[in-house]
């Protein structure tokens, strides 16, 4: 197989003058979106660069302590990310957003790199850290969206929820209904991917590893173990994600956080 071709640092800025053309759609229909596209790409650019630097040192010193720290920095800046983007408190649902990504991508990753991959060490940075950043990059949207679903129901059926209450529920059975619609939205975009795989897109993976000189075959056999893997850590971080939270963020009686309450999550009846 072909080694993977280099792209000079001309090339690239070649390239990025197509970025003329989303900015000219926008000053087109006045979307008033270019600041926040301007640093969205400078941020981009500049995090990409940073992270390579250090990924490149990582690789080179492939020591345990610093992967597993690396693997921490990841699992905080994750959770934060997901409050911040849902627009929740942070005080008292943090706890129940890193615990669900720690419970999602710790097993699973250990099980990858211990049983399927066994690359030596173990701990090896070049399968360790990129396999927890595409297990997290792909969590953080579905624990986004289902958190958002989930405190949502509580401005939409409220109603619906006092009534459960009133009629003796306890707060497991009427948030019930919450919980499974929050995580049948979160979990309906891995659903539509894995039905299209192959057929409408190639994924990431397969693409960088086929680019990079691996037999296609090879790269099938990794982006099949990586959308499972996805799967099974969407499915648990979120539903451990909403299992802590409702305990967290609801009291036995039935009363929202007042916190929750502060960022919208407001009662009506």
Not at 1 to 10: L, P, R
Not at 13 to 28: D, M, R, V
Not at 239 to 262: D, N, Y
Request: hydrophobic share 55%; proline share 5%; net charge positive.
């Amino acid at each position: 197989m072909q080694q993977v071709i280099d792209i000079q640092w001309w090339q690239l800025g070649l390239f990025s003058l197509t970025l003329l053309l989303p900015f000219a759609i926008n000053a087109l229909y006045q979307l008033n979106i270019g600041k926040e596209a301007v640093i969205g790409l400078i941020r981009m650019i500049v995090q990409l660069l940073l992270v390579g630097l250090y990924l490149e040192y990582l690789f080179t010193l492939n020591n345990l302590w610093v992967n597993l720290a690396w693997l921490l920095v990841m699992l905080l800046i994750g959770s934060s990310a997901i409050l911040s983007k849902a627009r929740l408190p942070r005080r008292p649902l943090f706890v129940a957003v890193f615990t669900g990504l720690c419970a999602g991508l710790l097993p699973l990753l250990s099980f990858v790199t211990l049983v399927i991959i066994q690359p030596t060490p173990y701990y090896h940075a070049q399968y360790l850290i990129p396999l927890a950043g595409m297990l997290l990059g792909n969590s953080l949207n579905a624990n986004i969206v289902c958190l958002q679903h989930f405190f949502d129901a509580f401005k939409t059926r409220w109603p619906e929820y006092e009534a459960a209450l009133s009629l003796g529920a306890q707060v497991r059975e009427a948030t019930l209904p919450f919980v499974q619609n929050a995580l049948q939205k979160a979990l309906a975009p891995i659903l539509a991917t894995m039905a299209t795989t192959g057929l409408v897109s190639l994924p990431g993976m397969m693409t960088g590893q086929i680019l990079g000189g691996a037999s296609p075959m090879v790269a099938i056999k990794y982006q099949v173990m990586i959308m499972i893997a996805v799967w099974v850590m969407m499915s648990v971080s979120i539903t451990v994600c909403l299992f802590i939270a409702v305990r967290r963020v609801i009291s036995p009686q039935g009363k929202l956080h007042a916190e929750c309450l502060e960022q919208g999550v407001t009662e009506r009846g």
